[in-house]
């Protein structure tokens, strides 16, 4: 007698495991609602089982399998937040640039007038997914000023767990798709760790970009922790936001395709309408003409329709503009041109923002869930920013290399702004406009037009109000206490083996059926780079430190001069009453205190350069006390703080390479992109070496040798000469085997970062390309590379 082999025994079982598995049988799982199943702590731990005593398994009867389900009807989550659009920039909120899917969501569901984000980035991202305030979990500024102080080092607490995480461990199915911009700059490396990424922080799926920032043309995108590799593939209509959106939509339709039974989360995070302010000329044709009456006349029209909505009380009075802001009407012919033009194309890409996510709702809807799914939807993540000076720009990154772009030399790319050649950003006389009825912006948390975010929440199926209002107030630290409570789960109370520090935000459910239910939200502190104030129950007091468009501080901390508003009675902040009841604003400075004490804010921080330097903030820096890096042929996706800086210092490059004599092509190694950076390549077998400043202006070195065929040594050699002075030219000079074959002047560098989303890479030059030479898919070095060096001297 054949004895089968265990082979053949598993053959025979798949095939008979096909058969089986076309015949229709219950799964046999443990039903959650009928065994005690403690919920605050996570992973759920099944409940024990008795002992088999039956040996043979034929006679035994197999238990319910356990398996981690969400409570009994559990809606699907989406979280959808427009990254630095203020109060007035959504038409259902009075602004005057449409945003039909908004307005749907708010026509079929609540909207909330008083929700506040922290008015910075990171600090709303990490508060809003952690329920806590944004110092709690070390999210003090965005991640590249992170310092060594509690409240501000950038590294997410273990006993913090966010949202997404928690809702994984109690079954859902969880994805994240736009800007992440809460990981620590020095973790964005292939060294790690990555730990706090996306997809090992709660969520299943991510698909986006790290950090505050990319080019909506040529992104830098990752899916999960793997960089995408040239995510355009040549397709001359590429943009992130459709990409993205087509991404979400596929997850939710393969999520609901495989468990229909499982809900989902997806937290929607677009990179717009955060500059630059890239978007296609066809929504931007659109807006011709819209602008032409200046932010004056349209902020006007903005409060008088959020009269008319009822989105202000009526008799709300317009704050002021800051005065720095100039009047439209003393603006010369060329700043009119220019300003109304920067305004259509931030329109047209908060109209393509909206246009996508309705792409978005309206898959979720031919799904049959959107009446099952609660979406909350933030129109903004701080207020409109200002950070485009007073004229706006051309390139984004001159914004911080301390240069003024001139009106005169903008208009000369008037056609392109918004095109893949420019980076632009508009002036921030626009979005004191788009923040009406207040008078500041983004950056700016002691006033509510840095913080105040339109809102709305969509549930059919829960919320019957249609076009409702609410006007409790809230903070972003209210979103993951709201999302529980409405999903029937309990904040946990160990998360992963790490007992959690309580939410420190409160619920915001009780008023889905009331509107005139009472606050609940009674304290809330501000703090962003020593712009600080506080809410107390009606009541805010608050000082502007630091103008966004401001190099320095207005006064020392201890000498800044604070304002007090009766916010129950003042909805626009627009009379200071610190004169007339000091008594008030002395409590409330001691309350901020006191607040700023218990939430990790001391001591407030208001350097600017200086938490730039990793050195000087105390932050960890992979590349700290580095003279050298060493790289092989592959390496690349390096973000600009993981790369050893070569600005305001003289420095080498010696490439090792094997080379095709003159039919050698590609670049050796680049750093960042079209807008600024630097690369060393070969064209026709001759080197060269570019240095392009800011996307304004570039400096080509080139050898006028031809390497030899095989091992040959390239040598780029630059003495800057700039020192003491930041950003100084210097002399290039490039060697060939220990011979000099090409010299030139940089005359000019920049001084602060090379780009915010742009990446170093050893034989390519992803995103956009330093050089007009070749593309990215062009790029790529033909011979081999055995190793690069870059020393600083």
């Not at 087509?246 to 955060?274: C, D, M």
């Amino acid at each position: 007698m054949k004895i089968p082999t265990f082979t053949s025994l598993l053959v025979t079982a798949i095939h008979l495991g096909c058969l089986w598995s076309t015949t229709t049988h219950a799964q046999n799982f443990v039903d959650l609602e009928s065994v005690p199943i403690d919920r605050t702590v996570l992973p759920l731990q099944p409940p024990n089982a008795k002992p088999i005593t039956e040996l043979d398994v034929r006679s035994a009867t197999a238990p319910a399998f356990f398996q981690v389900q969400a409570p009994k009807g559990a809606p699907n989550v989406v979280i959808i937040m427009i990254d630095d659009l203020g109060f007035g920039g959504t038409s259902a909120f009075g602004g005057i640039m449409p945003t039909p899917t908004f307005d749907r969501l708010a026509r079929g569901g609540l909207r909330f007038n008083q929700l506040h984000s922290t008015a910075l980035c990171s600090p709303t991202r990490q508060a809003l997914l952690t329920g806590r305030n944004h110092h709690s979990v070390n999210m003090g500024s965005i991640t590249e000023t992170a310092t060594a102080f509690p409240g501000n080092t950038g590294v997410l607490p273990a006993d913090c767990a966010k949202l997404p995480e928690i809702l994984r461990l109690n079954g859902y199915s969880t994805a994240h798709f736009g800007k992440c911009h809460e990981v620590a700059a020095w973790e964005i490396s292939p060294s790690g760790p990555l730990t706090r990424w996306p997809t090992l922080s709660g969520f299943d799926k991510f698909y986006g970009f790290l950090g505050g920032e990319t080019n909506q043309w040529s992104p830098a995108v990752y899916d999960g922790v793997t960089p995408v590799d040239n995510p355009t593939k040549g397709d001359p209509n590429y943009h992130f936001m459709n990409d993205m959106t087509t991404q979400a939509i596929n997850w939710i339709r393969a999520q609901q395709s495989l468990t229909p039974e499982k809900p989902f989360f997806t937290y929607f995070v677009p990179g717009a309408t955060h500059a630059p302010h890239h978007v296609p000329k066809s929504y931007i044709e659109k807006q011709a003409g819209k602008f032409d009456a200046g932010w004056d006349v349209i902020r006007n029209q903005i409060f008088e329709n959020q009269k008319r909505l009822g989105v202000i009380p009526k008799d709300t009075k317009l704050a002021a503009k800051p005065a720095d802001i100039k009047d439209w009407d003393n603006l010369s012919a060329d700043e009119k041109k220019l300003f109304a033009h920067q305004a259509e194309v931030f329109a047209a890409y908060l109209e393509m923002t909206d246009t996508e996510i309705g792409r978005l709702v309206d898959a979720i809807d031919e799904l049959g869930e959107l009446d099952n799914t609660m979406i909350v939807f933030i129109a903004g993540d701080n207020g409109t920013s200002a950070e485009g000076g007073m004229n706006g720009m051309f390139s984004e990154m001159t914004y911080f290399n301390g240069v003024q772009e001139k009106v005169e030399d903008m208009l000369k790319h008037l056609d392109e702004w918004g095109g893949p050649s420019t980076y632009p950003h508009m002036a921030a006389g626009w979005a004191v406009c788009f923040d009406s009825p207040f008078t500041w912006t983004k950056q700016i948390p002691s006033n509510y037009g840095g913080t105040r975010q339109g809102t709305v929440i969509h549930w059919p199926d829960r919320i019957k109000s249609q076009n409702g209002l609410r006007q409790q107030w809230h903070h972003v630290i209210d979103i993951a206490p709201t999302i529980l409570e409405a999903v029937g789960l309990p904040q946990p109370r160990i998360v992963n083996g790490v007992g959690q520090r309580p939410m420190e935000g409160v619920s915001m459910v009780y008023a889905f059926d009331n509107p005139q239910a009472p606050d609940r939200h009674l304290v809330q502190y501000f703090e962003i780079f020593g712009n600080r104030g506080i809410y107390y129950d009606g009541w805010f007091a608050g000082t502007i430190h630091r103008a966004p468009w401001e190099s320095t501080p207005r006064h020392p901390l201890t000498e800044d001069v604070w304002e007090l508003y009766h916010v129950a009675d003042d909805f626009s902040m627009s009379t200071d009453l610190s004169a007339k009841n000091p008594e008030k604003l002395n409590e409330l400075q001691q309350m901020f205190l006191a607040e700023a004490v218990k939430y990790k804010v001391l001591p407030l921080d208001d350097r600017t350069l200086e938490r730039v330097n990793s050195l000087l903030a105390g932050r960890p820096d992979i590349m700290a006390g580095r003279k050298s890096l060493t790289m092989y042929e592959g390496l690349g996706f390096l973000p600009e703080n993981d790369f050893i800086n070569t600005k305001n210092s003289s420095f080498d490059i010696i490439a090792t390479i094997e080379s095709q004599g003159d039919k050698t092509q590609g670049v050796i190694v680049s750093q960042a992109g079209r807008f600024g950076g630097w690369s060393l390549y070969v064209v026709g077998g001759k080197p060269v070496y570019v240095y392009n400043y800011l996307g304004l202006e570039t400096f080509v070195v080139r050898s006028d040798t031809t390497l030899p065929d095989g091992e040959a040594t390239v040598k780029l050699d630059f003495a800057y000469d700039g020192e003491p002075k930041l950003g100084g030219g210097g002399t290039a000079t490039l060697h060939i085997n220990g011979k000099q074959v090409g010299s030139g002047r940089i005359e000019r560098t920049q001084l602060g970062i090379f780009s915010a989303d742009e990446t170093a890479n050893v034989g390519i030059d992803r995103e956009t390309a330093v050089s007009q030479e070749y593309t990215e898919e062009t790029s790529k070095f033909n011979g081999k590379i055995d190793k690069v060096t870059i020393t600083l001297k």
